[in-house]
């Protein structure tokens, strides 16, 4: 009953680390998303990917890379941390236009 | 995108239906709704969603009037486990396939005994 894994579950980076979270899904779904949610807001969308090889922007992606290698993993790298990175983020995903489900979290503060 | 408004916050009654509004006047004829929840900073969770019907699963019932500018989620019988913050999200189909789920800051619903 996994769904979706996500990895680190808390970290701590200093300004101008690097970073990688890692992201996987066992339902075999298409297509894969990351959010980040900073303190009494809500989530917004980082990178999205409908496929192995394909992915585009969301809202927020300055800052962010991904990739998307294999259906079931979607990394999201961090380069050069910044304290406006200080959130939480969530992998999700979802088969076409159905129901997105989500992973249990990332937080990461940047200092 | 369509916006959706929600109160900020509601009280509700253990075993009672707690009953969480939303606004969405802007809403497109082929949008849906969905709701999800979120409990103390976990994942959202995927409660309901609908397009014009009335919806009804083992979690919750929706109801969406007529004219599709409103909808209503309803908790039949509250419980403690149900304190979370409930987004009401108009769903947009994203150019090549997937969902975009737009997030306001939602409803925080607070179950008292």
């Known amino acids: 009953n996994a769904g979706v894994t996500q990895t680190p579950k808390f970290r701590i980076l200093k300004i101008g680390q690097s970073m990688t979270l890692q992201c996987t899904q066992d339902?075999?779904?298409?297509?894969m998303y990351w959010y980040r949610q900073d303190p009494g807001m809500g989530l917004k969308l980082i990178y999205y990917?409908?496929?192995?090889?394909?992915?585009d922007k969301g809202e927020v992606p300055n800052g962010y890379n991904v990739s998307r290698s294999t259906t079931e993993d979607f990394p999201l790298r961090l380069e050069l941390a910044a304290p406006s990175q200080t959130s939480v983020y969530f992998c999700?995903?979802?088969?076409?236009?159905?129901?997105?489900?989500f992973g249990e979290g990332s937080w990461l503060t940047v200092v | 995108d369509a916006k959706t408004t929600q109160p900020t916050s509601m009280d509700c009654a253990e075993g009672r239906a707690a009953n969480l509004p939303c606004n969405h006047s802007?809403?497109?004829?082929?949008?849906?709704v969905y709701w999800y929840r979120q409990i103390h900073s976990q994942g959202p969770q995927y409660i309901i969603h609908g397009l014009k019907n009335n919806e009804t699963n083992e979690m919750a019932s929706l109801i969406i009037t007529e004219d599709r500018k409103s909808s209503t989620l309803i908790l039949p019988h509250a419980t403690l486990r149900d304190t979370a913050v409930y987004y009401c999200?108009?769903?947009?189909?994203?150019?090549?396939?997937?969902?975009?789920?737009?997030f306001g800051t939602g409803t925080q619903l607070k179950v008292e005994l």
């Open positions: 999200i108009v769903r947009v189909e994203l150019t090549g396939g997937g969902n975009k789920l737009t």
């Open positions: 339902m075999n779904h298409n297509y």
């Open positions: 999700a995903s979802s088969a076409a236009w159905n129901t997105i489900y």
């Open positions: 802007t809403i497109s004829g082929n949008e849906y």
């Open positions: 990917s409908v496929g192995a090889g394909i992915t």
